[in-house]
């Protein structure tokens, strides 16, 4: 059940618009590596709040992690949310705490020891190269290191499911390289992965499963490492 | 819950405080003032009521005697007095004392009793009755009044009906004036409370997203509108306890005879319930801002 995603028929529609998304039968298994591609406005960034619960499906059903999302108790989102880690379009790392302070954040929320997070913090900092700034703050790091602290945080808690909404976007390709090599280390220890992208030579370079949107509908599903899965 | 997250809880919240600054300081003054009042509410009420009690204690029922009474009969009339229920103690006043306390009470306009002098006494002998509690007086008036050689009852309960009256009207006042001010320490609690929710929107919102609960982030506020809340009762109880033993001091020198509730344990009680209610108002004003504004 960890680290599984499924959606049936699911629409979402914001007030007084057009449908952000329009019956997505998608359903991605513990481990996998998806990438979630689309122009902009085609729904990726909805498609992955409605995971984490930011927002609701207006239709359809939605199950991560076993949980069925439209009966979920509110009081039971936050556990939810500690088993799923997001690396947002913006980064937002809190811009007065040094990078060591951000990647312990969501441990110190969550209770954590601070032994533990003694241990896990530099763990983490190792994995994404960023041991050497552990005491500076977001702006003095480069684009590609904020990215990389985004990443750190999203995984601090060890999460069966890793969301990242273009994550890739203002980096030029090295970085680029080295972010998505990431996160194929971090998909190699079990974690479900999903990106967000519209960078096409990403996708077509690491040859794994795409779920492509177009106008809030999944148009096209292929995974060239298997067999064609279900749309 | 942990030590180390209540630890946690206290350093946000100091922070919070800090941050706001003039708000917090205007926050808890409002606490302060409007627990002063209350504080002076109470003081009031409870020596009104005390004074109440105690003026309750000395009245007496004035039961005058058949002109043609005779004083040999006089011990078996006390013991008949005595006998009703409820009378605590009883005295004869001959007509002549009754005439000597006439005339001291009337001091200057004595002169209005010198036909007495020309005609003759007019008071009738009577007695003095002091009753156990002024809810009894109208059984004991009736008693009184059954007795053959009682001529008429004269009762006097108009200092204690008024400083009643008073008291009502003390108990009213202040506590109307006591609820509106609440509500005004509210709302500058739940304001200040909400710019630093404000400042801390980005956090919050990261918070949330990587599962935080509602309770840990709710925490830090409720704590710091408690501390906002907490130091301005403190401002008031000591305003409260320094003044009143003043005062205390000043009426038990200058006024001896004027029955005031002693400095202790009344002040220890007053302050006890100011901090409680300095803390639960800041802590509610706390809760009502994040009601609207830490919706999941
Ligand atoms: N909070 C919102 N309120 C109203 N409409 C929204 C909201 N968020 C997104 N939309 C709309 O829903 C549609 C899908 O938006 P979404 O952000 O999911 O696209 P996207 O694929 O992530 O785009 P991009 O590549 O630019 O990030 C768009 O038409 C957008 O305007
Ligand atoms: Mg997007």
Not at chain 1, 141 to 151: N, P, T, Y
């Amino acid at each position: 059940m960890a680290g599984t995603i499924t959606l049936i028929g699911v629409s979402k529609v914001y007030p007084s618009r057009r449908p952000a998304l329009v019956d997505v039968n998608v359903h991605i298994d513990k481990g996998e590596f998806v990438f979630l591609t689309g122009s902009s406005g085609a729904g990726k960034t909805t498609f992955m709040r409605l995971l984490y619960c930011e927002e609701r499906a207006t239709e359809g059903q939605i199950i991560v992690n076993g949980r069925d999302l439209n009966r979920i108790r509110p009081r039971h989102i936050p556990y939810l949310r500690r088993q799923i880690g997001v690396v947002f379009q913006d980064y937002r790392l809190l811009p007065e705490r040094t990078i060591w302070e951000n990647v312990a954040f969501p441990l110190v929320v969550t209770e954590w020891s601070r032994r533990e997070i003694e241990r896990r913090v530099p763990a983490v900092l190792e994995l994404v190269g960023l041991r050497d700034h552990a005491q500076s703050l977001p702006r003095e790091l480069s684009g590609g290191e904020q990215q990389r602290a985004a990443l750190a945080r999203a995984i601090a808690l060890n999460p069966s499911i890793l969301l990242a909404d273009e994550p890739t976007g203002n980096l030029d390709p090295a970085n680029a390289n080295a972010i998505m090599d990431l996160m194929e280390e971090i998909n190699r220890m079990g974690t479900t992965v999903v990106v967000a992208t519209h960078a096409e030579t990403i996708v077509n370079r690491m040859r794994r499963r795409v779920v492509h949107l177009h106008a809030g509908r999944v148009v096209s599903d292929e995974d060239p490492g298997r067999y064609r899965h279900e749309a | 819950m942990r030590l180390r997250t209540w630890g946690y809880y206290l350093r946000e919240a100091w922070k919070g405080i800090r941050v706001n600054g003039l708000m917090s300081l205007a926050s808890a003054s409002t606490v302060a003032i409007s627990l002063l009042v209350l504080a002076l509410t109470l003081i009031l009420a409870v020596n009104l009521q005390h004074m109440t009690d105690v003026l309750e204690s000395q009245v007496q029922i004035v039961a005058y005697l058949q002109p043609d009474f005779d004083r040999q009969w006089k011990d078996e009339l006390i013991a008949k007095a005595r006998a009703i229920p409820h009378v605590e103690r009883v005295a004869f006043v001959t007509k002549e004392e009754g005439l000597a306390r006439l005339r001291e009470q009337l001091g200057s306009d004595a002169e209005l009793l010198a036909a007495a002098d020309e005609v003759g006494n007019p008071l009738p002998d009577a007695l003095d009755v002091w009753v156990d509690d002024p809810s009894h007086i109208p059984g004991v008036v009736q008693a009184l009044r059954s007795i053959e050689s009682v001529d008429a009852v004269d009762y006097k309960q108009d200092v204690v009906q008024r400083l009643t009256t008073l008291s009502d009207g003390v108990r009213t006042l202040g506590l109307a004036l006591v609820a509106m001010l609440s509500a005004a320490t509210l709302f500058i609690i739940s304001n200040t409370i909400r710019l630093t929710v404000f400042a801390r929107r980005r956090e919050v919102a990261i918070m949330k997203l990587v599962g935080a609960t509602n309770g840990f982030i709710r925490w830090p506020f409720l704590l710091e509108g408690a501390i906002l809340g907490l130091a301005g009762a403190l401002a008031a109880a000591a305003a409260a306890w320094f003044g009143y033993e003043w005062f205390v001091q000043r009426v038990t020198q200058g006024l001896p005879f004027v029955p005031i509730i002693r400095a202790q344990p009344f002040l220890a009680r007053l302050s006890e319930v100011l901090l409680l209610l300095g803390m639960l108002l800041g802590a509610a004003g706390s809760a009502l801002s994040l009601r609207r504004f830490l919706r999941v």
